[in-house]
């Protein structure tokens, strides 16, 4: 695997846009930011004995993953998207980044498989090899491309940091198209050979028990504590990679599904959360590493007109509006794609 | 630059970071199709609302109030145009006129093309040109913006009402030696109320050396060499002097005409014997004693004189004034308030009488903080009467609130230097030849030597330019304490 820039992030992009010249473009009317993750149906038991914390306060690096995409407009041919991964870490009090991006791509019906198929082949040889996927529809490429970039940023972390907690966005279930078995198995175990151990924030979730959603399990217990689950089975291919724990770390009304290294005993699973909450900031229940790396790779509206202006300029794309069909057809009741 | 939108008189324009545009610049939105452009200045500059620019700040915030530090790997280069966009700026902008085959109009009844229009800078000589600025009798005052001449006519300000104002140490005095030098040239007579003594060396280079203006600058100083006799004086300015400036009650000053007339028939009209005819006069004794305190408040202002021999040199200057052009600084530094109203009140009064025969044809008064001598009745008067008589009044001023409302109402010409104090600020925006909103808005921002022009001189453009330099000796700075 390559721990270099992804220039072949930067050079598909290139290659991709290269061929856009003097199109027209129509501006995106959906948005989307921040992917879901697809989880399965399932049978689980939560323990409501809960497993009371105390931070730890002995020193370690805390450092979170987060990547967004998002369509920012469409050709006649395809569409246009933006990557962006970020890597946050806190050191001696010292919050840091690494933010890669934007990347915008091109994607057509004829280059969506060789964008993603070179991508894969540049940093993921082997998963490619083992585990060929057919390559993901248009509509799936955004996230898909995200995934892999997200993917690398984990890999990168997990093969740089020793001693650490790594915190990543979403659960630890492996064996959808985003995330092969391997591949995660891959990026736990560099992370768990250097001593790190890997915590996945899920800011939603649906796993459920007896019709509940687990994070609704709330005790009239005072935070921080962690609700361990048991029996998760999921459907194969997918496979959970971690414990699932429901973790309260804070005063407030929010409380998330974490997934830690089943690899990692149980008790080195609760002392990387008591470190987490000795060495970062907690607010909602939710680890500021976290939330920054969510924000800083977050695309806003001003740098969505800054590619739009980008691609305009370096490719030579005239803008077109298309009018909304919404309110074309129904006037001030039509509240637009994004409503329906 | 992109027309965004038009509300009333007001255009908002989109700018980009590399159009450099600031307030008081002038912009043609010219709409190709129409044949028609509009002509607007800029009166402030905004950021334009970018969405997203709040979360943009926001996330570089994030870790109580420092920035958080890393590293952007932006292989495509996308940040420049993230900030090209947070940059953009909306320009405010008032319609001033539309140009159509080359001849002005105040109209803004038209709305020109948003997508169509193009926009670009109007360079001032340009607008200058088109405004017919130009005259026989260029006077110019500095530089614009642009760094072009911004070039006034003296006829602009012939027959017409000025006012010079701004706070303290902007420049105001300098643009009206600018100004009075000018006028000189052009052979006009000016007089100068000079309340802290520094036009005294406008005929002096700053090297000390005398300048070309040296033989046409007259500096009055009263009770020095600057004095009149009684004989010179008529009555009715007497009177003036005595009612207004001494408060004289009625009267008395009955009383004083017939002693007046007295002392003319005898054709003894000095000031011993007017002393002595108070003293002998058959009155009320009251009456006496407040033309007495009169009497004496004249002889001890030092300004009266039996001897026609020093009385002459008003007379002089302004004779030599009206053959060669002059200007005739009547100096006011170390008068007393009551005796500088007596001055006052005897000039005004000889400039009437001289206008009125027409031993002079006209006058350019400038007045520096004239609320300190002119007396309530003569604001009227110089707006009004005396202004058909041929004295054109230049009030120069750092308190706008001690000029009257009606003065700024009637005013042709306002050459407005820097003020911060909103107060001051209202009190000139009330000048009918101008919008408040750009009195507001540009003069805030006016760096020192910098004067927002507006009135008949710039044609009812409001330009911004850098007063220029003049060669001459600066007196009356102020005298400091802590200096070596």
Same mark, same amino acid.
């Given at each position: ?15 991709? +846009? ?39 306060? $002995? ?6 993953? #987060? ?16 990557? $962006? ?10 919050? @840091? !980044? ?13 280059? @969506? ?17 083992? =585990? ?11 996230? $898909? ?17 020793? =001693? ?24 736990? #175990? ?13 800011k939603m979730t649906n796993l459920r028990v007896n019709g509940c959603l687990i994070t #609704? ?7 921080? !504590? ?36 089943r690899q990692v005993s149980p008790d080195l699973r609760i002392e990387a959360v008591e470190? +987490?909450?000795? =060495? #970062?900031?907690?607010?909602?229940? !939710?680890?500021?590493?976290? @939330? ?20 305009? @300029? ?24 994004? !409503?329906? | ?18 159009? &450099? ?6 912009? /043609? ?22 969405? *997203? ?7 570089? /915030? ?7 530090? *890393? ?21 405010? %902008? ?23 229009? &193009? ?22 005052? *500095? ?26 140490? &902007? ?6 030696? /600018? ?25 002096? &280079? ?33 009177? *003036? ?41 058959? %009155? ?13 408040a004249l002889v001890n202002s030092g300004f009266f004189t039996d001897n026609i021999a ?140 910098? %004067? ?33």
């Amino acid at each position: 695997m390559d721990t270099l820039l992804p220039q072949q992030f930067t050079q598909l992009s290139l290659h991709s +846009l290269a061929r856009t010249q003097h199109q027209f473009i129509q501006l995106n009317q959906q948005v989307f930011q921040q992917m879901g993750s697809e989880e399965p149906l399932q049978t689980l038991k939560i323990k409501l004995e809960p497993i009371l914390l105390k931070p730890k306060h $002995r020193e370690s690096i805390v450092a979170a993953v #987060d990547t967004s995409t998002m369509k920012i407009a469409e050709t006649s041919t395809g569409i246009v998207i933006a990557v $962006r991964g970020a890597n946050v870490w806190k050191q001696n009090e010292n919050y @840091r !980044y690494t933010r890669l991006g934007p990347f915008i791509f091109h994607i057509t019906e004829e280059n @969506r498989k060789d964008v993603f198929n070179t991508l894969e082949r540049a940093y993921f040889t082997s998963a490619l090899n083992k =585990n060929h996927q057919s390559a993901p529809t248009l509509p799936q490429m955004p996230t $898909r491309i995200a995934s892999l970039l997200e993917r690398w940023l984990q890999a990168m972390l997990t093969k740089t940091i020793t =001693n650490g907690l790594i915190l990543f966005d979403g659960s630890l279930t492996s064996g959808t198209f985003d995330t092969p078995i391997h591949r995660m198995k891959e990026i736990l #175990d560099n992370g768990r050979n250097r001593g790190s151990i890997v915590l996945a924030f899920s800011k939603m979730t649906n796993l459920r028990v007896n019709g509940c959603l687990i994070t #609704d399990f709330a005790l009239d217990h005072r935070p921080p !504590y962690l609700l361990e689950t048991v029996g998760l089975r999921l459907k194969p291919p997918m496979v959970p990679l971690g414990e699932v724990y429901v973790a309260k770390l804070s005063k407030g009304s929010c409380a998330f599904r974490l997934d830690i290294d089943r690899q990692v005993s149980p008790d080195l699973r609760i002392e990387a959360v008591e470190r +987490l909450l000795g =060495n #970062d900031l907690i607010s909602q229940s !939710y680890p500021e590493t976290l @939330r920054l790396a969510h924000i800083l790779c977050t695309f806003t509206a001003n740098e969505v007109l800054a590619m739009q202006h980008f691609i305009t @300029r370096k490719c030579g794309l005239q803008m077109i509006n298309r009018p909304d069909m919404h309110k074309l057809l129904f006037g001030p009741f039509g509240k637009g794609e994004s !409503y329906s | 630059m992109k027309l965004y939108r038009k509300e009333g008189n007001i255009v908002q324009i989109l700018s980009f970071p590399n159009e &450099t545009v600031e307030k008081g610049d002038y912009l /043609l939105v010219e709409d190709g199709e129409e044949g028609r452009a509009l002509i607007v200045q800029v009166i402030d500059v905004q950021f334009a609302t970018i969405p *997203g620019v709040l979360e943009e700040l926001l996330r570089s /915030l994030p870790d109580g109030g420092e920035l958080i530090q *890393g590293e952007d790997i932006d292989p495509l280069e996308i940040a420049p145009h993230i900030t090209y966009m947070q940059d953009a700026s909306l320009l405010i %902008c008032k319609i001033r006129a539309t140009v159509e085959n080359d001849s002005l109009s105040p109209s803004s009844s038209w709305l020109p093309s948003r997508s169509q229009s &193009t926009i670009k800078k109007l360079p001032i000589p340009t607008l200058l040109k088109l405004a017919k600025t130009n005259g026989q009798l260029p006077i110019t005052l *500095g530089t614009a913006k642009d760094s072009s001449l911004l070039t006034i006519d003296a006829s602009s300000l012939d027959g017409r009402l000025n006012i010079i104002t701004g706070k303290k140490e &902007t420049g105001k005095s300098h643009l009206s030696k /600018l100004l009075m030098v000018s006028l000189v040239q052009y052979k006009a007579t000016v007089v100068v109320f000079d309340l802290n003594g520094e036009y005294l060396s406008l005929g002096m &280079t700053s090297d000390g050396k005398r300048n070309v203006n040296y033989d046409k600058i007259h500096v009055l100083t009263p009770s020095q060499n600057f004095k009149v006799a009684l004989k010179q004086i008529g009555l009715h300015i007497l009177l *003036g002097i005595l009612v207004h400036a001494l408060h004289l009650p009625g009267t008395s000053t009955r009383e004083f005409r017939r002693i007046w007339k007295e002392l003319r028939e005898k054709d003894e009209l000095t000031l011993h014997e007017l002393g002595e005819t108070i003293r002998n006069w058959n %009155c009320n004794l009251h009456v006496r004693d407040a033309l007495f305190s009169r009497y004496h408040a004249l002889v001890n202002s030092g300004f009266f004189t039996d001897n026609i021999a020093e009385a002459m040199l008003l007379e002089e200057s302004l004779l030599k004034a009206k053959e060669e052009g002059g200007a005739i600084i009547i100096n006011l530094r170390n008068t007393s308030t009551i005796d500088r109203q007596i001055v006052v009140e005897y000039i005004l009064g000889k400039l009437v009488e001289s206008l009125t025969n027409w031993k002079l044809k006209a006058a350019f008064l400038f007045a520096e903080e004239a609320h300190l001598y002119l007396r309530e009745t003569y604001w009227d008067d110089i707006v009004t009467r005396m202004r058909h008589f041929g004295i054109f009044t230049t009030f120069i001023t750092n308190q706008p609130d001690t000029i009257r409302e009606n003065i700024y109402r009637q005013a042709d010409n306002i050459f407005l230097f820097n003020f911060t104090n909103e107060h001051d600020l209202d009190v000139v925006s009330r000048a009918a030849r101008v919008d408040a909103e750009t009195v507001r808005s540009i003069a805030r921002d006016l760096p020192p030597h910098h %004067c927002l022009a507006l009135g008949r001189v710039v044609r009812d453009f409001p330009i911004v330019a850098r007063i220029k330099a003049l060669d001459v000796k600066t007196m009356g700075e102020t005298r400091l304490f802590f200096t070596a």
